[in-house]
C-alpha cells in the first residue's frame, strides 16, 4: 500500500480587525520587536507627562503571547525608576482562531482551522501622587566585571593550518621538506 502524499499547508491572512481598540493614553503595548528602553521611556513619559504625553498616575502594561518575559522586564525596571509605584498583575489567555489553506491549490485537500490559546499578562502600576521628571531615577547600567577565563575572542574557531610541532610542508622552494 503506497503512503498518501503529504500535503502542505500555509496559513489564511485575516483582513485587519476594524474592531480592535488602539492602544488608550496611559497604555504601553509591548511587542516582540519593540526595544525593553523604548517601553520603558514610553511608561516614564506617561507617569511624569512629558514628551506629549498626558500625565497619569497609573499605567498599563500590556502583552500577549511571545512578549510576556519582555513585559516583565518593563514592569520591574519601571517600578525600580519610579518611586511609590505600586503593581496589580492579571494574567489570562485569549483563544486565537486561524485557518490553514493547502498550500498547492490543485490540491483537494480540506482547510483547517486550529484554536490556539495565547497567555496575556496586564501588569497595571499606580503610584499615589503625581511623579516629577527629576524624581525618576536615572537608567544605571552596571558593567559586568571581568571573570576569571574571560578574555576577548575573535573568531570562534582555531585557525585551520599547520599547528606548532607538526611536519612542516612541501614548498616550490624545497620539494624533500615534506618527507
Known amino acids: 500500500m503506497a503512503p498518501a502524499a503529504e500535503v502542505k499547508y500555509k496559513r ?3 483582513p485587519a480587525d476594524d474592531n480592535a481598540k488602539p492602544a488608550a ?3 504601553v503595548r509591548i511587542t516582540s520587536i519593540g526595544r525593553v528602553n523604548n517601553f520603558v521611556d514610553e511608561g516614564i513619559s506617561i507617569f511624569t507627562g512629558t514628551n506629549g504625553k498626558t500625565q497619569s498616575n497609573t499605567v498599563r502594561v500590556l502583552a ?3 512578549s510576556l518575559a519582555k513585559a516583565v522586564i518593563v514592569s520591574e525596571i519601571l517600578s525600580r525608576r519610579v518611586p ?3 503593581q496589580k498583575v492579571d494574567l489570562g489567555s485569549n483563544d486565537v482562531e486561524e485557518e490553514f489553506e493547502p498550500a498547492d491549490a490543485e490540491s483537494k485537500a480540506d482547510h483547517i482551522c486550529r484554536v490556539r490559546i495565547v497567555p496575556s499578562l496586564e501588569v497595571t502600576l499606580t503610584t499615589a501622587k503625581p511623579v516629577k521628571p527629576e524624581n525618576v531615577k536615572e537608567d544605571s547600567f552596571i558593567e559586568r566585571p571581568a571573570l576569571v577565563g574571560d578574555s576577548p575572542r575573535r573568531g570562534g574557531r582555531r ?3 599547520r599547528r606548532p ?3 612542516p610542508k612541501a614548498s616550490v622552494e624545497n620539494p ?3 618527507n
Open 176 to 178: 624533500d621538506a615534506a
Open 25 to 27: 493614553n496611559n497604555e
Open 64 to 66: 500577549r503571547g511571545a
Open 12 to 14: 489564511v491572512a485575516k
Open 165 to 167: 610541532g607538526g611536519p
Open 159 to 161: 585557525p585551520r593550518g
Open 84 to 86: 511609590g509605584i505600586k
